[in-house]
């Protein structure tokens, strides 16, 4: 064997030649780290400084801004991009008008607002205030629906407040008679706008004023005069003619506003009716008929009495003549300012006596922005003015205007120019009959104590007596709305 045979493997491989520039450092097997040479100072090397960074709360703080930031624009952008665009339904219950008189209004807003539609439901009026109280317990309620403006005590928990972006409260004030913005006011702001308003009125019989030369009266005493003189009776005492429908409750309409009038015009107050001016005013109603004979309760009602032309004053609201023009249309009849207590001084201001409807937005209605909206645009003086038209293609007139700068296009007009000038010094109370509010309605209960007490008075009670009942019971219905304390 030869002497290369007995060599080891590594004197072998020291052998054989390396390559040129190679190092004499031993090479690692791969995978493994390098032999590292020796440092040549002494000691351990220095590690380098940290890299400086935003400290942990900057970068959270940034994160939470940008968050925000994306909501915000979500919620002012996008949202309102996709509700614009949304299908949106509105259910509005109506209660006097036929549909024909808001319809074309409902087709123009539609064209302006696509994505929403108007649906007009016109109610009964029977069982009206217990139907829509019910449906809104139930959470089915409409996003518009009308509402007495005697009942804002009953519906405050459902109905919203006018938002500021549809008008102000300064606006409000100026854009609509005064009874309106004190009827409409509660704890949270305005509960709602009108489309029209009324109020009660004299009606006179032209025929009979003019036949006996008569003039309109002013005062109350003009008007208990003037009674007196237009009556006329048979041989046996019975009324063939009556001057003025007052005095009773069975048979005179609208009984609870007339006594409302004369107590407020002569300064008692209906919710406490403990002093000698309520007494005045409850034994003055009831004059006309327990002593005057002017009336009585074996004639039909007033309403009839007058359309049949056997009556020469009568009170109602200005949407009473629709009744008697339809019950006898060739009746020649007027309004004519409501008579007045004598006054102090000539600036005292007249009181005349609103009762009204008013259009409410339900405060639990998922599309209460949209139903704000269409309120403002039917609400407006071109819109009332269009259904006002509207109206008037099917009765005698549409509704009188609820709003100050429209008075002076229905100051002329033979039945409603006289509500609206009295309009600006009117007040209301809870003695409003017709308004359909069911038995336990505010109206309802309050009416039935001073009923008791005109019916108590007629049997010869005097009525001091007679109010402490009234005063009593009405209390109690009072505070069932929170609006006196017992």
Do not use: C
Request: hydrophobic content about 40%.
């Amino acid at each position: 064997m030869s002497a290369l045979d007995n060599s080891s493997p590594a004197q072998v491989n020291s052998a054989q030649p390396q390559p040129q520039g190679a190092s004499s450092v031993p090479t690692a097997p791969v995978g493994l780290s390098p032999i590292l040479e020796p440092s040549s100072t002494t000691g351990p090397e220095t590690p380098p400084p940290p890299k400086k960074g935003f400290p942990k709360i900057v970068a959270i703080l940034g994160a939470v801004i940008l968050v925000f930031v994306l909501f915000f624009v979500v919620w002012k952008l996008v949202l309102p991009m996709l509700s614009k665009n949304k299908e949106i339904t509105l259910t509005w219950w109506g209660l006097w008008e036929d549909s024909s008189a808001v319809a074309p209004l409902i087709a123009e807003y539609e064209q302006q607002n696509p994505n929403i539609k108007i649906s007009y439901v016109k109610q009964s009026h029977q069982d009206y205030r217990e139907r829509l109280t019910n449906a809104l317990a139930q959470g089915s309620g409409p996003d518009i629906f009308r509402f007495h403006n005697t009942w804002v005590p009953m519906f405050k928990g459902e109905l919203d407040s006018v938002p500021a972006s549809v008008m102000s409260a300064a606006e409000y004030a100026e854009s609509y008679y005064s009874i309106v913005s004190s009827d409409l006011t509660n704890a949270t702001g305005l509960a709602g706008i009108p489309l029209g308003y009324d109020a009660l009125t004299l009606y006179i019989n032209e025929d009979i004023f003019e036949a006996a030369g008569k003039s309109v009266p002013a005062t109350w005493d003009d008007l208990r005069q003037l009674a007196i003189e237009l009556t006329t009776k048979d041989e046996q005492g019975t009324i063939t003619q009556a001057g003025v429908a007052l005095g009773r409750t069975e048979n005179v309409d609208h009984w609870p506003e007339i006594l409302g009038l004369m107590m407020l015009q002569n300064g008692a107050n209906p919710a406490k009716p403990t002093d000698k001016r309520a007494e005045d005013a409850l034994t003055y109603f009831t004059i006309f008929s327990s002593s005057d004979g002017v009336w009585d309760e074996t004639l039909p009602a007033s309403t009839v009495s007058f359309a049949a032309g056997k009556l020469a004053m009568y009170f109602g609201p200005s949407w009473r003549a629709f009744e008697i023009s339809q019950q006898n249309p060739g009746l020649r009849f007027k309004t004519v300012p409501l008579p007045q207590l004598p006054k102090d001084t000539p600036s005292q201001p007249d009181i005349s006596y609103a009762t009204y409807w008013v259009e409410g937005v339900w405060t639990r209605s998922p599309n209460k922005e949209a139903a704000w909206d269409f309120m403002k645009f039917i609400s407006s003086s071109a819109s009332l003015e269009k259904m006002y038209q509207n109206a008037s293609q099917t009765r005698a007139f549409g509704e009188p205007y609820p709003r100050t700068d429209m008075a002076e296009l229905l100051t002329s007009h033979p039945i409603i120019g006289s509500v609206v000038a009295q309009a600006p010094d009117a007040q209301s109370w809870y003695l409003a009959s017709r308004t359909h509010d069911g038995p336990t309605g505010i109206n309802t209960q309050v009416i039935k104590y001073y009923k008791d007490a005109i019916n108590a008075v007629n049997l010869g009670e005097r009525s001091d007596k007679a109010l402490e009942t009234v005063t009593a019971g009405v209390a109690q219905v009072l505070s069932q709305y929170g609006l006196i304390s017992q």
